[in-house]
């Protein structure tokens, strides 16, 4: 089991910064297991994905996100991280934390229970 907790949402304008947090906490070595993702989902959208960092650190990113967006984690506290620079409105969304691993053949994932990210002047 794997509890996932997000942060650091909230209002800002356009052009500005967030820095989204997901503290990650559970039995064994999470990091070293579980690939690690934000997703967002916006009203009346499907649930997208926005970022992951492998286990083996390699980050991968929306094509709407590159430039923009920075996927890291700190290994030492099981956190994760979301830094969302030059944000637009089209950014405005619940963003989602996951922990996600192949375990017997089957995709098992845990979700946070998100945080509001609303770009608006």
């Known amino acids: 089991q794997v509890q996932l907790v997000e942060s650091g949402g909230g209002l800002v304008e356009p052009g500005g910064s967030l820095r989204l947090s997901c503290a990650a906490s559970?039995?064994?070595?999470?990091?070293?297991?579980?690939?690690l993702g934000w997703y967002r989902q916006a009203p009346g959208k499907q649930r997208e994905l926005v970022a992951t960092?492998?286990?083996?650190?390699?980050?991968k990113y929306a094509d709407s996100v590159k430039g923009r967006f920075t996927i890291s984690k700190d290994n030492a506290n099981n956190t994760v991280y979301l830094q969302m620079n030059s944000l637009k409105p089209e950014d405005t969304a619940v963003y989602y934390c996951?922990?996600?691993?192949?375990?017997?053949?089957?995709?098992?994932?845990?979700w946070g229970q998100g945080t509001q990210v609303t770009v608006s002047s």
């Open positions: 559970g039995s064994g070595s999470i990091f070293s297991v579980y690939d």
């Open positions: 996951s922990a996600e691993r192949v375990w017997f053949g089957k995709t098992v994932t845990y």
């Open positions: 960092v492998s286990i083996r650190d390699i980050p």
